[in-house]
């Protein structure tokens, strides 16, 4: 029985070394120590036997029992160790080596220009307002003096969803929500940056979606020279502080007189070049003292209150300012074009 034992043992041995994780160590188990083994063969047997042999053979299987189970946790604690081992090796951080460059994003072009203008017109105690991008036929235009069928409509091809409502064409929506919804008709000093759609093709002056920055001024005694010396600090303060400003008659259905305003070139001085196309000025903005129609119709009335209000475009003045050609960049979020503007010289 011995001379079994210790050749089942051996094997065991044998098998035990060979294997390399917990899955190959149970199949030894089970198959040197599970119900159908020869050990437990020998163990259903013991009973039939007589007691001086009993005895004898449950040495022997208990020493067998045992030297299998030693081997066999030594084994496995082993294993155990390699596998940690490996994963300690794996997860390793060699704390000497130089860090990866991380990429830190910069601000659009488009944001960094309405946070000038936000910063500059809050220092002037105007308020920042938003409004929704869609809106109604009302607020876009008919609060705007510009009725159903009127000329003036054509200078803007809407998207419209119903015939009473329409992605926005222009942010002077939001002159009508501010006023309508100062129920005291308190006076009013508000900037609203947001985007805008039109009907045009895509290319590389025209997008059918845009962004403007409207402006509106409403209280007692306002005049033009409020609205002339106000656009001139906008200018300085976006294109530096010799440029100059003019003002071109003009006409938008809601303001009266309307104008639209051109700024020296700041490129030129005013000379002419390739960027004013040698006119030594360039358009950027329309204007004008808020129509009477429009104050009544949004609940002020215009015999004791006046308002100028203007709406400048935020890509045509980044790609003066920054010398782009292309409006669709603005739009490809291209990281090549983008990271022109994360420079401390951007200003
Ligand atoms: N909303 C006009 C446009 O999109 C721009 C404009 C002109 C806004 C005159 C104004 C204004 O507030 O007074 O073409």
Redesign the pocket.
């Known amino acids: 029985m011995k001379e079994k034992l210790d050749s089942i043992l051996l094997n065991a041995k044998e098998e035990i070394l060979k294997s390399n994780n917990e899955v190959e160590m149970n199949v030894v188990k089970s198959k040197f120590m599970g119900k159908s083994s020869e050990f437990t063969e020998i163990m259903k047997g013991i009973g039939s036997l007589s007691p001086e042999e009993k005895k004898s053979v449950g040495v022997l299987t208990n020493d067998f029992r045992n030297s299998f189970n030693s081997m066999f946790d030594e084994r496995l604690k082993n294993i155990k160790q390699e596998v940690l081992n490996k994963k300690l090796e794996s997860e390793k951080i060699d704390i000497s080596l130089p860090s990866k460059s991380v990429k830190v994003g910069s601000l659009h072009p488009l944001t960094h220009i309405r946070y000038i203008l936000e910063d500059l017109f809050v220092s002037m105690g105007y308020d920042v307002v938003t409004g929704p991008q869609v809106e109604t036929d009302m607020n876009c235009f008919e609060r705007?003096n510009i009725p159903k069928d009127h000329p003036a409509r054509d200078?803007?091809d809407t998207f419209y969803i119903t015939s009473e409502m329409l992605l926005r064409?222009?942010?002077?929506s939001v002159?009508v929500r501010a006023m309508l919804n100062n129920k005291e008709k308190t006076p009013i000093r508000m900037v609203c940056p947001g985007k805008?759609y039109r009907r045009d093709n895509d290319d590389a002056t025209h997008s059918h979606q845009f962004m403007?920055m409207?402006?509106?001024v409403v209280d007692k005694n306002i005049s033009l020279a409020d609205l002339k010396g106000t656009l001139l600090e906008m200018a300085r303060c976006l294109l530096g502080k010799n440029t100059n400003i003019r003002f071109r008659p003009?006409y938008?259905g809601?303001?009266e007189p309307?104008?639209?305003v051109d700024v020296s070139c700041f490129k030129c001085g005013g000379k002419g070049c390739a960027l004013c196309k040698n006119i030594g000025w360039i358009e950027i903005?329309?204007?004008?003292?808020?129509h009477p129609n429009v104050l009544r119709m949004c609940g002020y009335d215009p015999d004791v209150y006046t308002g100028?209000?203007?709406?400048?475009?935020l890509e045509r003045l980044a790609m003066f300012k920054y010398g782009i050609t292309d409006l669709r960049g603005f739009y490809t979020n291209d990281m090549r074009f983008l990271n022109n503007f994360n420079r401390k010289d951007v200003e």
């Open positions: 705007l200078m803007q064409s222009q942010t002077s002159q805008v403007q409207e402006g509106l003009s938008f809601f303001t309307s104008y639209e903005l329309g204007s004008g003292m808020v100028f209000a203007f709406g400048v475009g």
